[in-house]
Every structure is written in structure tokens, then in C-alpha cells.
């Protein structure tokens, strides 16, 4: 006897799904399932099943993958507005106060932070504790086929499966003043 499993569409705009789906991927990395910029594949069957059992609905694993690349995507986008001096985050709207002549030139360059133009990222601190120790950072540029380090002692390049048409460079703009917060905790660093 053949059981016909109906897989659920994936909403990661949902509030309550995407806030389930979070919490379970952060208990799956401290509990040591994080694989490089990801999770290890046998954390997918847990989330599913959990998922499951709090929605009431069947994600297949492809499904959580796609989610979790999605929200890190939205996380490195955010985080890089976040870097620039005078960046104009209101914390109370969790948006960006930037003019409108600053909003078309940044979207110019950087067309995928139109999201962030009237409202903010959603469970940004969770996604902040996901993904900042994975992402790169300073002179590093994200790319589909990985962390692409342009410094002499960085050599290696990490894969992911976070798919990209383009580069975004996590550098500072020079056209844009420097954060002095940022260079201060960036001189800490190194």
C-alpha cells in the first residue's frame, strides 16, 4: 500500500514558518551539525520532521536548503549596508533612513538591497547568529563558487551553495565614509 505524501510549498516570507525554520537550523549548528557555511545533510531530516510536527506540513530537504541559502543571502546583503558609515539605520523601523538620490545610487550597484528599501530583515538577530561566523568579511568578496580571499595569506576558497549571478564585494565603498566603529573592531581583528 503506496502512501501519497504531499510535500508543502516553502514560504520563507511567512513569519511563523521562517521563525520555526530558524530556530531549528540554530539548534541544529550548536548541537555541531554546521558544515562549513551550511549544515551537515543529516540535519535536514530533523528540521523536516520538526517542521512537520509544529506546521503540520512536509518540506523536503532541497526545500530547507533553498531556505536557509535564502535567508543567508538576505543576511549578507543586510550586513553589508550595515558596514557603511552614516549607513542611517533607524533602530526603531529596523530600516535604512537613507535620501532617495543615496537609495538609487546604492541600488545601482547593488540592485538585491531593494528588499531593505521600505522594510527591515526579519529575525535579523537569529540570522546573525547563523551565519556571521560563516560569512566573509573585509577584503573578502562572496561569489558562487565561494569565499574568494584577495589576500596574500588566503589562499583557500570555500564552496557553498548559495547561488549568485554576481559578486558583492563586502568592502567598504570609497565613494562612502568609513564607519570608525568599524575600522576600530577591524584593527582589533588582524
Known amino acids: 500500500?503506496?502512501?501519497n505524501i504531499e510535500i508543502s510549498r516553502a514560504n520563507w516570507t511567512d513569519?511563523?514558518?521562517?521563525?520555526h525554520f530558524i530556530d531549528l537550523c540554530l539548534q541544529e549548528a550548536n548541537k555541531g551539525f554546521r558544515s562549513g557555511g551550511g549544515l551537515k545533510s543529516s540535519a535536514w531530516p530533523r528540521i523536516a520532521e520538526e517542521l512537520e510536527k509544529l506546521l503540520g506540513k512536509r518540506y523536503t530537504s532541497k526545500q530547507l536548503k533553498n531556505g536557509w541559502d535564502y535567508m543567508k543571502r538576505q543576511y549578507l546583503i543586510w550586513s553589508k549596508m550595515m558596514t557603511m558609515t552614516g549607513h542611517g539605520y533607524n533602530s526603531v523601523t529596523?530600516?535604512?533612513?537613507?535620501?532617495?538620490?543615496?537609495?538609487?545610487?546604492?541600488?545601482?550597484?547593488?540592485?538585491?538591497?531593494?528588499q531593505f528599501r521600505f522594510k527591515p530583515l526579519a529575525n535579523v538577530e537569529e540570522l546573525e547568529a547563523l551565519f556571521e561566523g560563516v560569512l566573509a568579511t573585509g577584503s573578502k568578496?562572496?561569489?558562487?563558487?565561494?569565499?574568494?580571499?584577495?589576500?596574500?595569506e588566503e589562499s583557500s576558497t570555500h564552496s557553498t551553495s548559495m547561488p549568485s549571478e554576481t559578486s558583492i564585494s563586502l568592502e567598504e565603498d570609497e565613494d562612502l565614509p568609513r564607519n570608525t566603529n568599524d575600522e576600530a573592531e577591524g584593527s582589533k581583528k588582524k
Do not use: C, H
Open 1 to 3: 500500500m503506496s502512501q
Open 15 to 19: 513569519p511563523i514558518q521562517r521563525k
Open 94 to 114: 529596523k530600516t535604512f533612513d537613507w535620501p532617495a538620490e543615496k537609495w538609487e545610487e546604492y541600488l545601482q550597484k547593488y540592485p538585491e538591497a531593494k
Open 141 to 152: 568578496n562572496w561569489s558562487s563558487g565561494g569565499v574568494i580571499a584577495s589576500g596574500a
